[in-house]
T-cell receptor, first 119, second 112 residues
Framework: GAVVSQHPSWVICKSGTSVKIECRSL??????MFWYRQFPKQSLMLMAT?????????EQGVEKDKFLINHASLTLSTLTVTSAHPEDSSFYIC???????????????FGEGSRLTVL | DAKTTQPPSMDCAEGRAANLPCNHS???????VYWYRQIHSQGPQYIIH???NNETNEMASLIITEDRKSSTLILPHATLRDTAVYYC?????????????FGTGTQLKVEL
């Protein structure tokens, strides 16, 4: 099956610093990637949709200047949490949509998640 | 995408079938029913999806009622490793915006 990898899988940082999380589709090309955030005992909340080569579309209430998303290639999207604070501590999950034209065309695959703890 | 309603939790004995219900009474004709599950501290895992007909794969079976207003995910022989939160999502197929909106899901606990 298609594999989506996130790095790092967990990170601890000091308040005020920025943290970058990578999401890679390892064996397929992804036109669209989605970023979710999940707080303990809650469901996944969509933060933004990123399309390769264009600006991300953010969900209502998500600060685009705080959560910078870059989707520079068909296999990589990054989420940068800028000036992180303890309330940004969460489980961040990406999902990649497989480029049309082959098996599982258009289907969505999820990464393993990245746990961010801001001290 | 249509809203879904699932029980918050269910228990199942290992080796027995786990039947997870989902109501989606406002589903549109072009919306599919998808099931994902999330094991603790991992990303969601795709299980199965369907439009009108019942579907089966190596993981589970999906039974959709004739009026499509509800469905049931069946894990035929649940194991401890099936303990997870199961999400039922209805959405337009693979085209369009394609984003998935997760509800609260059902926490399935499989016990000895």
């Amino acid at each position: 099956g298609a594999v989506v990898s996130q790095h790092p899988s967990w990170v601890i940082c000091k308040s005020g610093t920025s943290v970058k999380i990578e999401c890679r589709s390892l064996d397929f090309q992804a036109t669209t990637m989605f970023w979710y955030r999940q707080f303990p005992k809650q469901s996944l909340m969509l933060m933004a949709t990123s399309n390769e080569g264009s600006k991300a579309t953010y969900e209502q209430g998500v600060e685009k200047d705080k959560f910078l998303i870059n989707h520079a290639s068909l296999t990589l999207s990054t989420l940068t949490v800028t000036s992180a604070h303890p309330e940004d501590s969460s489980f961040y999950i990406c999902s990649a949509r497989k480029l049309a034209g082959g098996p599982q065309d258009g289907e969505l695959f999820f990464g393993e998640g990245s746990r961010l703890t801001v001290l | 995408d249509a809203k879904t309603t699932q029980p918050p939790s269910m228990d199942c004995a290992e080796g027995r079938a786990a039947n997870l219900p989902c109501n989606h009474s406002t589903i549109s004709g072009n919306e599919y029913v998808y099931w994902y599950r999330q094991i603790h501290s991992q990303g969601p895992q795709y299980i199965i999806h369907g439009l009108k007909n019942n579907e089966t794969n190596e993981m589970a079976s999906l039974i959709i009622t004739e009026d499509r207003k509800s469905s049931t995910l069946i894990l035929p022989h649940a194991t401890l490793r099936d303990t997870a939160v199961y999400y039922c999502i209805v959405r337009v197929g693979m085209g369009g915006g394609n984003k998935l909106t997760f509800g609260t899901g059902t926490q399935l606990k499989v016990e000895l």
